[in-house]
């Protein structure tokens, strides 16, 4: 029998579970003080979860409506990939800055912005496990997956890397 890798005992100690864009996730916090969005909505005031991608896993390109902020906990660097309004496409890489050159503890997204992740390849570990916590609260009715071939038509010179970490048909 073949011994858990240290992946498989993460997604069992923090009990992660399938996340429909990709990896695996399990929310720790939702904030029981309530907030009015300047749209109206109701909010928790935060929500925040565990994140893993693993292996050739990817977070496919999606957004929501809150700023999102990625805290990296252990394993491989983790790129994080924003299309912004002007078309620009802004990488911002999660790691340990003492072990990877370029790399930040912490990142933010900011609400309504397309983005998707992925792990920085590495012989090290098989795994990137990272913390997201969004403000106001995330919903996944909130959730938006991207169709490819719309986010190509907005972002032409992004067509490559948006084709690359899409779950949805082109």
Not at 6 to 27: N, S, V
Not at 53 to 61: Q, V
Not at 93 to 106: D, K, T, V
Not at 132 to 152: M, Q
Request: glycine fraction near 8%.
């Amino acid at each position: 029998m073949q011994a858990d890798s240290t992946a498989d005992r993460l997604i069992k100690a923090l009990d992660l579970q399938p996340h429909p864009e990709g990896g695996y996730f399990r929310e720790t916090y939702r904030s029981a003080e309530n907030i009015q969005c300047s749209d109206g909505r109701q909010r928790s005031a935060s929500t925040a979860i565990y994140y893993m991608l693993r292996d050739n896993d990817f977070s496919a390109w999606h957004r929501i409506r809150s700023d999102e902020l990625w805290h990296f906990h252990a394993g491989t660097p983790l790129d994080v990939h924003v299309l912004s309004g002007d078309g620009n496409l802004v990488t911002h890489r999660l790691g340990n800055p003492l072990e990877h050159r370029g790399a930040l503890f912490q990142a933010m997204v900011p609400a309504n912005h397309w983005f998707a992740a992925e792990r920085v390849p590495s012989g090290a570990q098989d795994f990137s496990l990272l913390g997201c916590t969004v403000a106001p609260g995330f919903e996944f009715t909130e959730f938006e997956l991207a169709d490819a071939s719309g986010l190509v038509a907005i972002f032409p010179r992004q067509t490559s890397l948006i084709h690359r970490l899409s779950r949805r048909p082109t």
